[in-house]
Every structure is written in C-alpha cells, then in structure tokens.
C-alpha cells in the first residue's frame, strides 16, 4: 500500500505557515495588473525543483506530469484559483523570485531565531564570510576577458575571479552568508555575487536583516571595513574583526579577540563546509548566469531553513541527518 504523504509534501505545507518579509516600501505599488498567481507559489516550485535536482522550467514541469500521486498532491498545491500557471508564467516568474529571496531568507531567519533561541545559553552573535562556489562550464582567463574574446560556448560570461586561502584562484561565484555563532546554525542573511566581488561591499545590506539583538558580528579581515564597523555602531553592534599585520598581535584586547575568532571559525566556516556538502556545491553550479546560480544558491539557503523549520516543529537534531532527511524528500 502506497503512503499518501511524503516529506516533500510536508517542507511544501511549511511554506505555508511562515511569515512574509516586511514591505519597506521601495518604490511603492506597482502599476498595472495584480499578479495572478501568489509568490508564496513560485516558492513551492523553487523547493520542488531543489530537492528533485532540476535546474530548468521544463524539467520542473516534466516532474509534475509524472502520473503519480505525490506529483498530483503536488500540482493541487501549486494551483491557485483553479488555475495551473502557463509555461511562460513559470518562465517569468521563476526568473524574477532571485531578487525576493534575501529578503525571504532574512525575514525566515530572524522568525527561526525567536522560535529556536540559539542564544539562549550564550552570546548574541553572528559570524559573516563568504565562501565561493565553482562556475559551471570552462573558465574565462584574463587574456580573454581582455580583449573580448569568448573562447568556449560553455564559459559563464557573467561569474569572476578570486582568489581564495584554501581554494585557490577560482572562477565563479561567492555566496555570502551570515549565521548564527550557536550550538544550532541558522543562516540569518544571504546573498551571492559574482566571485570578484569584494566581501564587504554586500556586508552592510546583509548586516540589516540580522536579528535586532544580535549585539557581535564577527569577520574577518576582509569585514575590518570602515563603512562595515560604522554600519554596525549605527546598529548598536559590536564589529570583531581579524586585523592586518604581523603577527602575533600584542595590543589591549587581542586575547579577547583571539576568542571570538575562534568562535566565527567555527561557525560559519563549518557551516559552509555542512552546507556544501548539502547541496553538493563542492563541484560546479548546476546553472549559468548571475539570476539562474542566485535562485540556486538563494534557494538552497531558503530550502536549509525551511527544514530547519521542519525538525524543529517535530523535534528532530538541527546538525545532524539534514542531508539525508532531503535526499529522502
């Protein structure tokens, strides 16, 4: 006997009950038509096409044709009004949703720490970095990029080169992320960039979906920027970053800051190593270009917290199991 529930089904429902981000009022009302069809929907799709490991909207539609019944449940739950979108909705839409999900993932993230508390039994902190993720195809060398040149159809045009500690020069794309320094890690904010990007030029939009009483955020060398320390006093926040220069550091307050280093190491560099592995962001992005690689990235952050949402409500481990519990989804 088939079971008529699954757990794709379940993280889908989840959707349902989280609260939407704040209207901050940019731009105000748009002009024309309302929407047919909710966000909340494209969402449901974006978690669908995560958890089956498609990239693309005909593969999102050939999953729901299959005639089977967590496909059926899953297309009633993606009709709205007893409409089904149109391929060229699922195309506009899908394309557009990069640009809603830090917000999603900010708004998510502050609702995970009131519900979870992980500060409960220490610091208010948040650790920020960012960690990058490999292109899809061949590489863009600086000679070529140069002069104009694209040498190989399979090149992503729109990644860039950094040059990582642990990684090496790599072409592609930075995911930068903040977390929660605590026993359980939640992404609080996140957003992805070409690879080239500076890490603290996104670091103040990302600092303001931070939780209000997060009072530390820890960095470092990259973060021990002007424009990042004075967002952060602004805030009422306390900016711990690592500093230039040779070592060892002899000036008031190193042993202290030595402390919390160790502290945002562990955080979110493990985090990012647990999340990698995931997601299988080890290897190249399945996706080309900034919007399609920001909804995987984006999404997968959305989708991690979404099943942290999920065990928490049914009082599962919220390290351990998370990658098995969505290869079973």
């Known amino acids: 006997m088939v079971p008529q529930s699954s757990l794709l089904l379940a993280l889908i429902d989840v959707i349902d009950v989280i609260p939407d981000p704040p209207d901050r009022g940019q731009g105000g009302s748009r002009g024309g038509r309302p929407p047919v069809y909710s966000d909340r929907l494209f969402l449901k799709a974006l978690v669908i096409m995560l958890v089956r490991n498609v990239s693309t909207v005909s593969g999102l539609i050939a999953i729901l044709e299959q005639p089977t019944w967590e496909m059926r449940a899953l297309r009633a739950r993606l009709t709205e009004q007893g409409r089904f979108p149109s391929r060229r909705t699922w195309e506009r839409r899908l394309a557009t949703l990069p640009s809603t ?34 292109a899809r195809g061949g590489v863009w060398h600086k000679k070529h990029r140069d002069a104009g040149v694209v040498p190989h159809t399979s090149i992503d045009t729109e990644a860039g080169w950094t040059k990582s500690g642990w990684h090496g ?17 939640i992404p609080v904010a996140a957003e992805l960039t070409p690879a080239n990007t500076a890490d603290n030029d996104p670091a103040p939009r990302l600092l303001d979906e931070v939780p209000l009483d997060a009072r530390f955020v820890l960095g ?12 952060c006093f602004g805030a009422g926040r306390l900016l711990v970053a ?10 008031d307050g190193v042993e202290v800051r030595r402390v919390f280093h160790k502290l945002r190491s562990l955080a979110i560099e493990n985090f990012n190593g647990h999340f990698k592995g995931i997601f299988d962001a080890h290897g190249s992005v399945p996706t080309r270009g900034l ?10 952050v959305f989708l991690y917290q ?8 049914h009082h599962q481990d919220l390290r351990v199991g998370l990658k098995a519990f969505l290869k079973a989804a």
């Open 291 to 300: 919007d399609r690689t920001r909804r995987f990235a984006l999404g997968a």
């Open 169 to 185: 020069w790599v072409y592609g794309w930075k995911l930068h992320l903040v977390t929660t320094v605590a026993a359980a890690w």
């Open 101 to 134: 999900l830090p917000a999603r993932i900010g708004c998510l993230g502050r609702h995970l720490v009131g519900l979870i508390d992980p500060w409960a039994a220490g610091g208010h902190a948040v650790a920020i970095d960012s960690t990058v993720l490999h």
């Open 306 to 313: 979404l099943t942290l949402l999920y065990r928490f409500q």
């Open 242 to 251: 690592t500093r230039r220069g040779a070592y060892p550091h002899t000036d």
């Open 220 to 231: 470092d060398t990259h973060y021990n920027d002007p424009a990042v320390r004075d967002h």
